[in-house]
């Protein structure tokens, strides 16, 4: 085991990333035990805005799609938002956008039950402690922590754990962080969730039905179409009570399990309150509850140095910087004019090291997703009537906390565990407005010229799509996207990301099995396919790579 | 001899009831296409008491075939990884980071060499070296060199690894192939594509329970896809394939004339949908090149074809 004092600086790579979507490396600097500073590399690089050069408007978000698997329906959403603001669309027909809602929905309830159990959850829990587990007070906890929880056998749980390890094949649990001082829980609470694991990954399953009723399946729903949704058909009483009944499934499993669980960690890793936070955040909005674009569930704002004020957002103050990049030039671009050659220069943390770029908002780094949403929306709404403010209100009640925690790790997880309680309970009245036998979708036709710009809230935070289009084909795609914002390198003013500013004075007791810098990691979601993008807007020849 | 009692105490111990998995062997033996008598050889066959080790890595990808297996609901997931398989490497689910799974990746690899299925999700970026792709600083298609040929078997998931799909789309930026473009013609380990964006779960399943049962691969056409899965047109399973039926799609671009694979009769998610059935028309999202050759996917017109390197 490293010294956890020692004053002699160390450098941790963790290459890859695990747990989460995509390829991600992070450099940490320790001193003192701690990390002094940090370097994020996002490490594969598609192309997909030079593929998207050339082709029809319409088919973009068959492609953009593809952008990620895990958020399969978010850069689908942004590509059609683009092309409708360029072809002029504000108001879609009500089913339409009720229907995108829910498709957006079912996706937050997924996703983020996905990532708090198979992603996020083996930072705190401790798989191996849970084979010491007494079974019978394992049930008396987990009756004492969420008493209409579904009856679970914990013996069978421990005794198929057991035959488990016993096989010698550990699968995707072989070779954790197994013992490591960090894991504060009690065995029973260890055993209580691999339960938990296990049901969640049959609960996703169901789940993510709500995406095939209608959206034809899951992954990569196949219902949108510029103009609207194709599944008009769908839209019948059957198919809403097939919805409203894998809906109250899921709702009754984060009442149950999600949110119940969180609490366990925040309360058995309270230090966790304090760490890992961020200064900026920004919030593009989400969830259009009528035909007015302000209308909406998460409203649009930007926080600054963590105050309690939220400033309007200016879309035209973004910019990306590709200093610190695999890019030529210096220059710091607005996606609308972006311009970049990829040129990859080896691994370099004191020059270029990601393919991913780094985006600012008025020359300032922004964290994006459940955090900041959770924020944006508290601090909005002053009224205590409020769908958020009331959930926020009632969770901080309970563990006698101030809102400023939230911007901690542990406020993240928290913030994303509420946020997916939230969104259950709308939906419910989302279902109950679709109108059967109407229609869903308006056809329209792409502009010969003409720009737009698709903005929404993914579960991992503000997405943008901006589109050019000359002589109806794609002459310009550019998506910035939510891992950009919180895992982007320094950019021009040497200023560190997000994730790399949050993970500075992260406690590390054993440099050889940092398990702490993984909590703040996962906290944020990583989704690097859908962080790491170019833009090309002269021709697709142009673009090389040296390799040195 | 393990007889039927102790094996089915053995199978419900790990977590499976004996009905739960025999109905599980009744999916695998419709969608392998055999007879219901099957069934209990299926049975014996993924009861066994070694789960062979399963290496998935993860190239130039969005991951959206993992989590179309992560929707297996015969089995289950929990039930596919701690009853069937042994999910020794996948970069997505696992406890364990940075060096210490690189090091698990080599190891298991060299341990079971020649036993192991290496499941490959994702292209491989060959241009400039592979720059494009790198995991703990190797190169992917380094990677895939050294783990893809020790494998009993390679199973390219989804048009990416099968025949280098979207970053393989025109221009093709990163010089993006499938598996067996990017090994060339000297890889002469078996290997399975699993074409479809992504494919559905049941034909995941069945090719390895199709192992598992014969000893082999399943019967594969002439793009190595299992035939039980793509041996039929999309447009001959339709059940709107009437042109007179007005939910016919083919006037705004339907590809199911063109495409293999066996979504309207298996269809997604438990049985719930398949796109068409949504209102969405076919875009042959199974076939080599789709993103070129069938776009435009709103229109009738055949796409602009471009190269394909197998």
Redesign the interface.
Known sequence: MAQANSTISKKIVLDPITRIEGHLRIETELKDGKVADAWSTGSLFRGIEIILKGRNPEDAWLFTQRVCGVCTYVHGAASVRSVEDAVGLTVLPGNARIIRNLLMGAQFLHDHLIHFYHLHALDWVDIKSALAADPTKTSDLAVKISPDAPYIDFEAVRNRLETFVKSGQLGPFAAGYWGHPAYKLSSEENLLFVAHYFEALRQQARTARMHAIFGGKNPHVQSLRVGGVTCEEDINDTRIEEFRTILEETKDFIDNFYIPDVHVFAEKYPEWWTLGGSDNFLVYGEFQESDKRESLLFPQGVIFNGSDKVEPLDTLQIFEHVTHSWYEGTEALHPDTGETVPNYTGLNTSDRYSWLKAPRYLGLPMEVGPLARILVAYLTEQTGQNRVRQTVDSFLKKFRLEIGSLNSTLGRTAARALETQIIAEAMFEWIDALETGEGAYAPSNIPMFGEGMGLNEAPRGALGHWINIENAKIANYQMVVPSTWNFGPRCAENIPGPVEHALVNTPVADAGRPLEILRTIHSFDPCIACAVHVLDRKTARKYQVKVM | MTSESEKIHRVS???MTRRDFMKFCGVVAGALGLEASFGPRIFKALASDQ?P?ILWL?F?????????V????SP???EL??DKV???Y?????????????T?LYETAAKYAGQFFCVVEGAI?T???G???????RT?VSIAKEICPKAKAVIAIGTCASFGG??A??????G?KGVKGALGRSFNVPLVNLPG??PNPVTFVGTLASYLLLGKLPELDDYARPVFAYGKKVHEQCPYRDKNED?CLEDIGCKGKRTFNNCPSVK???G?????????PC?GCSEPQF?DRM????SESEGRGGEWDD
């Open positions: 111990q790990k977590g789960r080790p993860h130039a990808e969005c991951t959206g075939c993992t989590e179309s992560l929707r297996t609901t289950w997931f929990d990884i701690t042994s999910l020794d996948h970069e997505t689910l696992m406890a364990a980071a940075g060096e210490t799974v690189e698990l970026p241009a400039n070296q720059v494009y792709g790198m995991i703990g600083g992917m979207l970053p789309a025109f221009p093709n930026p990163t993006a964006c992504p939910r997604f998610n438990d719930t949908s398949w796109p068409v059935q949504a209102g969405h875009i993103w776009t435009p996917f709103y």
